[in-house]
């Protein structure tokens, strides 16, 4: 009876006393190891992975380096250089797509200037290496975008600036930023960024050079002047800030001095006006005493003139009392040794009459 299809393949897979046989043990780890390899990709440090899915069409961006899974006929994986890459302008011609030719740029004042060697460092973005690869293709080709566009962009930002901005650090900075940004804008889509521009001093013809070197020396000597300025402003403040001390080390002398004086015055003050307190009240007290005599003397004569006051009322309303015998006779006594004189006289020019003129009050 003929053998069947199944005790055929048994028998060759048993041996010699019906173990299985080791060269089938060692094709079958080729097999698996064949089969390892080419469901694995690697990727490198500075490389970026993109891993299409062939039956559902969808992309996969990997960033990490190590070992990824890509099945046999339904992965499809492509690796992309993400490491920063240099794209130069020099010399007379392009000569490769990382190599062209040096910058010529035409300032806004209508003067020419160029650079030796203009540098860009830029690179593939690694979360947009699927965009890379959709536009520009495998390996390098995206290198191709750096010429037409890093020229352009380069020479119209550089040349809204003139050849006196242009030598000025701070306006060439600027420059290169804005430039930087428009490439970045433009190549960002195809997953391209610049991180660096690097340009040495631009070049000028010769007299034009020598006109910048010779303003390049007037600004060194304006910096001088500066300086010597600045320097002579210190020294300035220096002696002010030692005749301000001085002045108010004078004033505070001064000051203590008026101050002392001051002081002494209201002592001064203080001690007079104790001096004419006691003084007035001193004066006062003797005041009141010579008063209170002077008061006293006055009502004595007050007394005594009001007594011979009533002596001499009494005297006259006695004396009043008189017969006028009496009266004729005290009269005579008090006449008593007057001689009286009478003469007449008249008031008019035809005198009727002669009056008596009385004195001593005598009728």
């Given at each position: 009876m003929a053998e069947s299809s199944?005790?055929?393949?048994?028998?060759?897979?048993?041996?010699?006393?019906?173990?299985?046989?080791?060269?089938?043990?060692?094709?079958?780890?080729?097999?698996l190891a064949v089969v390892s390899f080419r469901s694995c990709a690697s990727i490198e440090a500075g490389q970026v992975a993109v891993r299409i899915n062939n039956i559902t069409g969808s992309t996969e961006v990997i960033t990490q380096p190590g070992l990824i899974m890509k099945l046999p006929g339904i992965h499809n994986v492509y690796l992309l250089d993400s490491s920063p890459q240099t794209f130069h302008l020099?010399?007379?011609?392009?000569?490769?797509?990382?190599?062209?030719?040096?910058?010529?740029?035409?300032?806004?004042?209508?003067?020419?200037?160029?650079?030796?060697?203009?540098?860009?460092?830029?690179?593939?973005?690694?979360?947009?290496?699927?965009?890379?690869?959709?536009?520009?293709?495998?390996?390098?080709?995206?290198?191709?975008?750096?010429?037409?566009?890093?020229?352009?962009?380069?020479?119209?930002?550089?040349?809204?600036?003139?050849?006196?901005t242009v030598s000025n650090p701070t306006s060439f900075a600027q420059a290169e930023q804005r430039a930087r940004a428009r490439l970045n804008k433009v190549l960002g889509p195809h997953g391209i960024e610049i991180t660096s521009i690097v340009t040495p001093r631009p070049r000028f013809s010769k007299e034009y050079e020598d006109l910048i070197e010779s303003r390049n020396q007037t600004e060194n000597q304006l910096a001088v002047i500066d300086s010597e300025l600045s320097r002579a402003k210190t020294e300035r403040d220096r002696k002010l800030a030692e005749v301000e001390r001085d002045q108010n080390k004078v004033i505070q002398t001064k000051r203590a001095e008026l101050e002392s004086q001051l002081a002494t015055a209201w002592t001064q003050q203080t001690q007079t006006h104790r001096e004419v307190d006691t003084y007035k009240i001193e004066k006062l007290a003797a005041g009141q005493a010579a008063r209170s005599a002077s008061k006293s003397t006055a009502?004595?004569?007050?007394?005594?003139?009001?007594?011979?006051?009533?002596?001499?009322?009494?005297?006259?309303?006695?004396?009043?009392?008189?017969?006028?015998?009496?009266?004729?006779?005290?009269?005579?006594?008090?006449?008593?040794?007057?001689?009286?004189?009478?003469?007449?006289?008249?008031?008019?020019?035809?005198?009727?009459?002669?009056?008596?003129?009385?004195?001593?009050?005598?009728?």
């Amino acid at each position: 009876m003929a053998e069947s299809s199944g005790n055929k393949v048994l028998n060759f897979l048993k041996g010699t006393g019906g173990e299985p046989s080791r060269l089938w043990i060692a094709g079958a780890a080729i097999a698996l190891a064949v089969v390892s390899f080419r469901s694995c990709a690697s990727i490198e440090a500075g490389q970026v992975a993109v891993r299409i899915n062939n039956i559902t069409g969808s992309t996969e961006v990997i960033t990490q380096p190590g070992l990824i899974m890509k099945l046999p006929g339904i992965h499809n994986v492509y690796l992309l250089d993400s490491s920063p890459q240099t794209f130069h302008l020099r010399g007379p011609a392009n000569k490769s797509v990382l190599e062209g030719k040096e910058l010529t740029v035409r300032a806004s004042d209508g003067s020419s200037f160029a650079f030796n060697d203009t540098t860009l460092l830029f690179r593939a973005i690694p979360g947009s290496a699927d965009e890379t690869l959709r536009d520009s293709g495998l390996d390098h080709a995206y290198y191709e975008w750096m010429l037409p566009y890093a020229r352009s962009i380069l020479r119209d930002e550089f040349g809204r600036e003139s050849t006196i901005t242009v030598s000025n650090p701070t306006s060439f900075a600027q420059a290169e930023q804005r430039a930087r940004a428009r490439l970045n804008k433009v190549l960002g889509p195809h997953g391209i960024e610049i991180t660096s521009i690097v340009t040495p001093r631009p070049r000028f013809s010769k007299e034009y050079e020598d006109l910048i070197e010779s303003r390049n020396q007037t600004e060194n000597q304006l910096a001088v002047i500066d300086s010597e300025l600045s320097r002579a402003k210190t020294e300035r403040d220096r002696k002010l800030a030692e005749v301000e001390r001085d002045q108010n080390k004078v004033i505070q002398t001064k000051r203590a001095e008026l101050e002392s004086q001051l002081a002494t015055a209201w002592t001064q003050q203080t001690q007079t006006h104790r001096e004419v307190d006691t003084y007035k009240i001193e004066k006062l007290a003797a005041g009141q005493a010579a008063r209170s005599a002077s008061k006293s003397t006055a009502d004595q004569l007050k007394g005594q003139l009001q007594a011979e006051y009533e002596s001499r009322k009494a005297e006259i309303d006695a004396f009043r009392n008189q017969p006028v015998e009496r009266v004729m006779e005290r009269l005579g006594e008090r006449l008593k040794g007057v001689t009286i004189d009478i003469q007449p006289y008249r008031n008019d020019g035809n005198p009727q009459r002669v009056q008596l003129e009385t004195v001593g009050g005598a009728k």
